[in-house]
């Protein structure tokens, strides 16, 4: 079992950044590739970025390349979102992931198995 803590998010204004980290447990976190979803009210759990288990490959949704960039710490077992030029649109609840499957970078929610509670990022115009 992985567990896994999201922190890092709050209230910021349009144009402002956040970075997310997510802190997993367990001894195996170097392996696994780790995605960032994030979830809007009413909306459906979208993918945001991954990365595969060295850091060499990663993957961003359309809407986020160039603002956001992924990243991971192997020896502190965290994975990082950094999120620059927000923008109102990128309001939504942020949950961090984890495959067994660390090769690829991959956006499909369905390839990953264990999944943090979240945390809410807010974007005020």
């Known amino acids: 079992q992985v567990q896994l803590v999201e922190s890092g998010g709050g209230l910021v204004q349009a144009g402002g950044s956040l970075r997310l980290s997510c802190a997993a447990s367990?001894?195996?976190?170097?392996?696994?590739?780790m995605g960032w979803f994030r979830q809007a009210p009413g909306k459906e759990r979208v993918f945001v970025a991954a990365?595969?288990?060295?850091?060499?490959?990663?993957n961003y949704a359309d809407s986020v390349k160039g603002r956001f960039t992924i990243f991971r710490d192997n020896a502190k077992n965290t994975v990082y979102l950094q999120m620059n030029s927000l923008k109102p649109e990128d309001t939504a609840v942020y949950c961090c992931?984890?495959?067994?499957?660390?090769?690829?970078?991959?956006?499909?929610?369905?390839?990953?198995?264990?999944w943090g509670r979240g945390t809410q990022v807010t974007v005020s115009s």
């Open positions: 990365i595969n288990w060295s850091g060499l490959t990663r």
């Open positions: 992931a984890a495959s067994r499957d660390g090769v690829i970078a991959e956006s499909k929610t369905s390839v990953y198995d264990f």
């Open positions: 367990g001894r195996t976190f170097s392996s696994y590739a």
